[in-house]
């Protein structure tokens, strides 16, 4: 039998009455003769609810303890669904990652999966079982811990299972029915494409659009898994929502294809360091061992030989940050005379696999700014995307203006 996945995102298992409506969709897969690998996320606001919670009760917490707590909202949803599945009539069963197992490393949190043994799951298939429903999100390390795949992670675990067991697709259904040129909420003109390049879709799930995490984005395209984005709350034939494929498979595009943003960013500064070879080296071996993802960086104009250096990073990694740094003082690697973070900022960003053979983007994007008068503050590039820095209250802003002015709103 062809293996299909389906993976239900929080919203669509919100409730019970939700959790019917995405069984059914199982149900009408498993009618075309498909065998089907539901993963399923927690409730929408599980797991911040189990986030909060761990972070209440232990601000430095022991991450393999918080990966107990927050991967329980995927098994209740596990049961749930399968329990709906029953009900129905569909042979099905709940599997914890553990039981699968979903093998994965030891780095708690933010885990990475090493290997699925298909060989459980194909089993029960051929006992005439029609569903297996997997847990999303988490795993077991080597030692036989919980881990967990860092937010967002349900959807790497579906398309971990797509290659894993060949699956023919992968489909995730969200509350939105595809991916779009920019968060509808911020700009009502955004339109909903057809179909992305995975390095595309690869930038704007890094960029901020939460609509895929990141990871899950590299799986794919890594093991060519045929990816696809739609909505559970509507009806769907078999063209529905957005594909996520090679760049041979679309024909056309515009130059930049979404413009993608995140609010959770923060810029922190080193003021006076010395500006001396290495030092760049000793400041960020520093945050990168103190588990800090730093994103964009620059360093100032030396003046007496003292720079400043700054850099970005997620606004909850603040406070690593200024305790990596103060450390790395203390024993004497750097020396600096504060930090400031200012947590007030976002990052805009335009991607475009277009941006490769055509030239103007980055001065484009710079003279929209400039024209609604929002000062950059820091810049980085890629060769398919081009990221800046501005203060948060022109978030909004500078995605609407943006998007008007590479004409988003229009088929290419
Ligand atoms: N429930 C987890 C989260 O919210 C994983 C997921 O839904 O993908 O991050
Ligand atoms: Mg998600």
Redesign the pocket.
């Known amino acids: 039998m062809p293996v299909l996945v389906m993976k239900f ?1 929080g919203t669509s298992v919100a409730t019970l009455d939700r959790i019917r409506r995405a069984a059914k969709r199982v149900g009408v897969e498993v009618a075309k003769g498909y065998d089907v690998i539901v993963i399923v ?1 927690a409730m929408s606001g599980k797991t911040n609810e189990l986030v909060g919670w761990v972070n209440e009760t232990s601000p430095l917490y022991d991450a393999r303890e918080y990966d107990a707590v927050v991967s329980s909202g995927e098994n209740v949803t596990a049961g749930l669904m399968a329990l709906t599945l029953q009900e129905m009539d569909v042979p099905a069963r709940s599997w914890q990652g553990w039981q699968v197992p979903v093998k994965t490393t030891s780095a708690h949190s933010q885990a990475r999966i090493e290997e699925i043994p298909t060989d459980n799951i194909t089993a029960k298939f051929g006992e005439g079982m029609k569903v297996a429903v997997v847990a999303g999100f988490q795993g077991v390390s080597p030692e036989g811990r919980i881990t967990t795949l860092g937010r ?1 992670g ?2 790497t675990t579906a398309v971990a299972f797509a290659a894993a067991f060949g699956a023919e697709r992968c489909d995730i259904y969200t509350d939105v029915d595809g991916v779009y040129t920019t968060d509808p909420r911020v700009e009502a003109k955004a339109r909903k494409l057809d179909r992305i390049a995975f390095e595309e879709m690869l930038e704007l799930a890094s960029l901020g659009a ?1 609509v895929l ?1 990141t990871r899950s984005v590299e799986l794919a395209m890594r093991y060519k898994v045929k990816l696809r984005v739609l909505s559970s709350f509507e009806e769907q034939s078999d063209e529905a929502g957005t594909l996520v494929c090679d760049e041979e498979e679309i024909m056309e595009s515009n130059v930049v294809a979404g413009v993608a943003f995140s609010r959770d960013e923060a810029k922190m500064t080193l003021v006076s360091v010395a500006d001396r070879p290495g030092i760049a080296a000793s400041i960020f071996t520093a945050l990168s061992e103190g588990g800090v993802n730093v994103d964009m960086i620059v360093q100032n104009i030396s003046e007496e030989g003292r720079t400043d250096m700054t850099w970005s990073c997620p606004t909850d990694q603040v406070m690593r940050a200024q305790k990596a740094v103060e450390a790395a003082k203390e024993n004497g690697v750097i020396n600096y005379q504060e930090v400031i973070a200012d947590t007030d900022v976002a990052k805009v960003s335009v991607v475009g696999i277009g941006m490769r053979s055509h030239t103007g983007v980055a001065a484009k994007m710079f003279q929209v700014m400039s024209a609604e008068g929002i000062n950059i503050k820091v810049i980085t590039t890629s060769e398919i995307k081009i990221s800046v820095l501005i203060d948060r209250k022109y978030m909004e802003l500078a995605v609407q203006a943006l998007h008007d002015a590479f004409d988003l709103d229009k088929a290419a």
Request: proline letters at 0%; zero cysteines.
């Open positions: 995102g996320s967002g349900s959807d939460k995490q």
